[in-house]
């Protein structure tokens, strides 16, 4: 089974307007940690933001935030105002297990547009 | 600013040879990594580091090695170039914390003839 889906391979979104990007997972391990990356066409991966599993609260970073719904084993990314910067892969990831060393599992991506 | 770098940026190459990707890291993290990225795959891991002296398997090692002989770098080596090895590369690496994050370089892109 997946341990990361990612559903939506393309999306749209007009500039200024907010954007979800979906994102579930499947894990046993109590302890695991959920990260979003962007990879612009560049090429290079951006860190966006983090969730651990024990976190209370929702993870915000900026116009970046992480819907965090545990029971449904989602961790959906929420990017606000979009802006034409914005166009970019973005990537799900998880890591299982309690410390840093264990590795991190993709997902196969959505490709977001933002048009003016 | 500590940095983590890749080299070659891009190299072509004939199958059958043996080909070494750099990467060098000055965070001094312990931890370091080595993807591949295909369209339709994301990125898959293809082997791992926790430290001098260790490597591990990932999940697509086949084909490849890495060995660890400081805690900056870890060289990956295509011991005989395939085409289905044609894919960008992308190194990582991480704090040994829960909430650290990985730190990617900036990709090689191999193509094999």
């Known amino acids: 089974a997946q341990k990361i889906t990612q559903t939506q391979p393309g999306m749209f979104v007009q500039e200024k307007e907010a954007v979800t990007l979906d994102c579930t997972y499947d894990?046993?391990?109590?302890?695991?940690?959920l990260f979003w990356y962007k990879q612009p066409s560049s090429g290079e991966m951006i860190f966006l933001i983090y969730q651990g599993s024990y976190d209370q609260q929702n993870a915000t970073e900026g116009r970046y935030s992480l819907n965090f719904q545990k029971a449904r084993k989602s961790a959906n990314l929420v990017i606000s105002a979009s802006q034409l910067g914005d166009s970019a892969m973005y990537f799900c990831?998880?890591?299982?297990?309690?410390?840093?060393?264990?590795?991190?599992?993709f997902g196969t991506g959505t490709r977001l547009q933002v048009f003016p | 600013d500590a940095e983590i770098t890749q080299s070659p940026r891009h190299k072509i190459t004939e199958t059958g040879r043996q080909v070494t990707l750099a990467c060098h890291q000055t965070w001094n993290h312990n931890n370091m990594f080595w993807y591949r990225q295909d369209l339709g795959h994301g990125l898959r891991l293809i082997h791992y580091s926790y430290g001098v002296q260790d490597t591990n398997k990932g999940e697509v090692s086949d084909g490849y090695s890495v060995s660890r002989s400081n805690t900056e770098d870890l060289p990956l080596t295509l011991e005989s170039a395939a085409s289905s090895q044609t894919s960008v590369y992308f190194c990582?690496?991480?704090?040994?914390?829960?909430?650290?994050?990985?730190?990617f370089g900036p990709g090689t892109r191999l193509t094999v003839l």
């Open positions: 894990t046993s391990d109590p302890s695991y940690g």
């Open positions: 990582a690496s991480s704090g040994v914390q829960r909430t650290d994050t990985q730190y």
């Open positions: 990831a998880m890591r299982e297990g309690v410390g840093g060393t264990d590795k991190l599992i």
